[in-house]
Every structure is written in C-alpha cells, then in structure tokens.
C-alpha cells in the first residue's frame, strides 16, 4: 500500500486531497485563532475547537449551525445562572449544587425539546459544562467577562473553526454542499 494510500479515510478509494486539504485547513485557521483570540480579549480561545467538536459530530450540516451556536450561547448562560446561584445560595453546598444542576438541566432539557429548530440540546449541555469548568478554573475573571469570552469562543467554534473550514474543504474539493 503506497503512502497515498495511507492517508485515505476511505481506505485508499482516491480521498488523497480530501485528507491533505483537511489536514491544511485544521493547521491553519484554529492556531490563528489561537494566536489572535487574546489579542482582542479572549482568553479562553481552545474552547473554539471543543466547540467545533459538535458541529462536527453533527455532520457538519451548516443549516444547524444556528440551533448549534445558540445551544452553546444556552449554555453559557446557563453556567453563568448557575455560578451565581451556587455563589450566593447559603444552603449546603452540595445541597445547592445538586439542586442548581437538577432544576437547570431539566429546563434545558425541556427548552430544547420544545424548541428543536432553534436549541440543539447536546451543544446546550456541552456549552453549560465548558463553561462552569472556565468559570471554575479562573476565578480573577469577572463573571460577566468570562461569559463572554467563552460565548465568543464558542461561536467562532461553530463558524470559524467548524462551519467555514467545512465549506473552504468542499469548496476545494469540489465537493457539493
């Protein structure tokens, strides 16, 4: 098997380009991210590509990227609620937490299910984990700050790093979609 064979995802049927111009694409656009995301304030730049995770895993369909955005955007929002809410409760801290997760996951649960078009459920719970474990880690950050720099973040994950390589990918390989 040659070495052009190798790199095929497709086990070796002529997908050479596909895999080199992907390779290319992710090499290129996340690490500019990367290196510019704390120039303009965004501290919490990896989380792009977490992001871009679910984009992908979604089948990178674009006419989600909408509901995928605002399912991370939920749940920026969500871990921002529950942040406070554990800040300030005065009941027992497990207690709290407990509560804090059961009451805001069920109502996320319920929200997406409600409305499919518009929140992607596993982008919603995904967004409220990345960022109660930023907002965990980094404790000097301002709340308000911190949750904008992961909702950015995210966003660019969605966009940049998944949406737009995708199309830049297919465009050059010719590829419908």
Same mark, same amino acid.
Do not use: D, Q
């Given at each position: 098997m040659s070495k052009r064979e190798n790199l095929n995802r497709d086990g070796g049927k002529g997908k050479y380009k596909e895999v080199l111009t992907l390779a290319l694409l992710v090499g !290129?656009?996340?690490p500019t991210w990367a290196v510019i995301s704390p120039y303009?304030?965004?501290h919490v730049g990896p989380i792009a590509l977490i992001a871009?995770? !679910?984009y992908g895993?979604?089948?990178n369909k674009s006419e989600d990227?909408?509901? !995928?955005?605002?399912g991370y955007i939920a749940g920026d929002i969500w871990s921002l609620i529950a942040t !406070?809410?554990?800040q300030k409760s005065p009941i027992n801290a497990n207690i709290t937490l407990w509560?804090?997760?059961f009451i805001l996951g069920f109502i996320a649960v319920i929200i997406s299910a409600k409305f499919p078009s518009l929140v992607y459920l596993p982008s919603f719970l995904a967004g409220w984990a990345i960022a109660m474990l930023s907002m965990n880690l980094d404790s000097t950050t301002p709340l308000i700050r911190m949750t904008i720099e992961i909702g950015v973040s995210m966003i660019v994950g969605v966009y940049y790093v998944g949406a737009l390589i995708d199309k830049i990918h297919k465009m050059v390989n010719n590829r419908k979609r």
């Open positions: !290129i656009l996340p303009i304030g965004v871009a995770g !679910i895993a979604n089948g990227s909408f509901k !995928i955005a605002a !406070i809410v554990m509560s804090t997760l």
